[in-house]
């Protein structure tokens, strides 16, 4: 595996790669959610690096070696969508994009504002949704009044850093409480509005199976070193995205595209009464299907990596 740094205006991120450089088969790109690291893609970097793919997998600003401006308006996704198309220019110049949970806005906001860089793009947990005229935020606070919802409570600086930095089984929590066997064991309750992020989840008796020992160590490392601040700043800077969106507002998605979710993701519901992954290929010009994944929650290519594979695989090789 291959550690790279690269540069984008002053900040660094970190990258890790594999496969064959200067190949015939096209590079890709992958970008991680929250709260995760480039590691989370592990199984993806073996599986089409060994078809002789050049991959990589980033770490996102704000996580792991990867620099952590303090600044809320450093996490817009205007700014972390050119930090994806610097990878792509370190990757050749043109890449076709693997994007899960925040991963997945910040591709298909990067295949929008950098369409010459991106061959296509695949969405992961999060189906594509243009930007309109309303702010995200104020949506959610209309369809979660009087109850609790994770990204509002996300927005008060400190809070949940506190929260989250004072529990070393935060990780293990979030990781367990909406995969697929978190979400059947119903891990996940309706809240209060004035409840906290990490009330009412439980520990699982043993690690998932999906989730190894090593790379929930290396990860709750990094979030001990790096802090909370940068990856919560991206929820923050969501009313900052409605302020730009005028170059995205309304528009779909140009690229060959594709979404794959977890049956069980609860991102799936965010929007009560309504299934937004059977929405996924709305607004997406040349939509090449969607896959949902039986017994799956919200860490799909780590709770189900060979069904995802084989979806990513295929999807990549209907691009001739």
Known sequence: MDRLTIDNHGVRLHMIAAGPEGGA????????GWPELAQ???HQIAHFAARGHRIAAIDV????????????????????????????DRLGGRAILFGHDWGAPIVWHTALR???????????????????????????????????????????EGVAEAELGGDPDALLKIY?????????????????????????????????????????????????????RGPLN?????????DERAPVRGRSIPQPACFIGGALDPVRLFVPGL?????????????????????????????APAATNAALEAFVAGLG
């Open 25 to 32: 088969r096209p590079p890709i790109l992958c970008v991680h």
């Open 40 to 42: 989370s893609w592990h």
């Open 61 to 88: 600003r704000g996580y792991g070696e990867s620099d952590k401006p303090h600044d809320i308006a450093a996490y817009r996704l205007s700014v972390i969508a050119g930090d994806v198309a610097a990878a792509i």
């Open 114 to 156: 950098h369409p010459e860089r991106v061959i296509a793009v695949a969405g992961l947990s999060v189906p594509y949704a243009p930007m309109g005229d309303t702010p995200y935020l104020a949506q959610m606070r209309a369809l979660h009044a009087g109850r609790f919802f994770y990204q509002l409570y996300f927005q008060d």
């Open 176 to 228: 367990y409480g909406i995969s697929g066997p978190g979400m059947s064991a119903g891990a996940m309750k309706p809240k209060p509005e004035g409840a906290t992020f990490l009330e009412g989840m439980p520990l699982p008796e043993r690690l998932p199976d999906w989730l190894g020992r090593d790379e929930l160590e290396a990860a709750k490392a990094a979030f001990a070193a790096g802090g909370w």
């Open 234 to 242: 991206r929820y923050r800077a969501q009313d900052l995205d409605f």
């Open 275 to 303: 299934d937004l992954y059977a929405l996924a290929g709305a607004h997406c010009a040349d939509y090449r299907g969607t896959t949902i994944i039986d017994g799956a929650g919200h860490w799909v290519q780590q709770e």
